[in-house]
């Protein structure tokens, strides 16, 4: 099978002419067009990297005055129980103190005991009578009151 030849005469010539012409003017355009269109996405893709770095500085800002506000109450709470034990040992320190001073008050001596037991003649009225005297501890020792102890978990 042959194909017929192609009439080279002006008018065709000048319609294929034509055709190519105007096939490479919508190519110019269409060229044209991608370009803006690859300017405006360039642009568009700066400014997201700037407002991407922008915002990974604002993350970091944030996570270091969380970590910074997290070490400052750390160090708070550990201030605080630290000195709520301190207060705690000093309180039991001083209801061992003063369970000790009412024990040695308490605990009669030997010769008090024979004393009680065998009846004694009143003492005569010139003399007053006779007081038991008190331990310099208890005198020197200023009230004491109790600090309530944190029950820390």
């Not at 320190?93 to 009412?102: I, P």
Request: include cysteine; charged fraction near 20%; hydrophobic fraction near 40%.
């Amino acid at each position: 099978m042959t194909l017929p030849q192609i009439a080279l005469d002006v008018p065709t010539l000048k319609l294929s002419l034509s055709i190519v012409g105007g096939l490479l003017l919508l190519a110019m355009v269409r060229i044209l067009f991608l370009l803006r269109t690859n300017n405006r996405l360039r642009e568009s893709t700066a400014k997201m990297e700037k407002q991407v770095l922008i915002q990974h500085q604002e993350i970091l800002s944030v996570r270091q005055d969380s970590n910074a506000w997290r070490g400052e109450l750390q160090r708070m709470f550990d201030a605080f129980r630290a000195e709520f034990s301190k207060r705690l040992d000093e309180s039991e320190q001083r209801y061992k103190d003063a369970r000790e001073r009412c024990e040695t008050v308490i605990q009669p001596t030997p010769g008090a005991v024979a004393a009680a037991v065998a009846p004694s003649a009143p003492p005569p009225p010139s003399l007053p009578p006779p007081e038991q005297p008190v331990p310099a501890a208890v005198l020197e020792e200023p009230t004491v009151t109790p600090v309530p102890a944190l029950n820390i978990s």
